[in-house]
């Protein structure tokens, strides 16, 4: 099942002639999309706030018109819907981002898990699991998580 979902995001993004480079961006946009929707069903409470700031969080960090990121949200989801594990999403990211790049990811699923201002332990878990796959340091993952939570406090 999950080969397919990345036969689809191959297919989504295949090069046609157009520019490779912007066909890997959309990959790499929809795979931090849909780890960030599994980030907001990590604690199994779906509720607005939580999609509304994954929906800011990737206008912010992909500098894109609304009705592109309510289209890569909607896609996201879908195909976050049919991912089995995580790996074939952390390893295009893990192959395609740099370490603050990373950091970056990892700040907006700290961020989402801390909408509701609490930490379930399943999203604790999800954002180190990714951290894990991304090769980032559990201490550079704990200050990620506390200037996230600084910011929270202000």
């Given amino acids: 099942m999950l080969k397919s979902v990345f036969v689809a995001i191959q297919?989504?993004?295949a090069d046609t002639?157009?520019?490779?480079d912007a066909n890997h961006e959309n990959a790499l946009r929809l795979a931090t999309a849909a780890l960030l929707v599994e980030m907001g069903r990590a604690d199994h409470y779906g509720d607005g706030d939580e999609s509304t700031?994954?929906?800011e969080l990737l206008r912010e960090?992909?500098?894109m018109e609304?009705?592109?990121?309510g289209a890569?949200?909607?896609f996201a989801t879908e195909k976050a819907d049919q991912v089995v594990s995580l790996h074939e999403l952390t390893s295009l990211l893990h192959r395609?981002?740099?370490?603050?790049?990373?950091?970056r990811l990892l700040e907006m699923m700290w961020r989402v898990a801390y909408a509701d201002k609490r930490l379930d332990p399943l999203e604790d878990s999800l954002v180190r699991k990714v951290a894990d796959l991304l090769y980032v340091r559990n201490t550079s993952l704990m200050k990620i998580r506390d200037r996230v939570l600084s910011n929270i406090d202000q």
């Fill in 11 to 13: 297919k989504q993004f």
């Fill in 17 to 20: 002639g157009d520019d490779q």
């Fill in 53 to 55: 700031l994954i929906l």
């Fill in 61 to 63: 960090n992909f500098e």
């Fill in 66 to 69: 609304s009705e592109d990121v």
């Fill in 72 to 74: 890569l949200y909607e």
């Fill in 96 to 103: 395609s981002l740099n370490d603050e790049e990373r950091g």
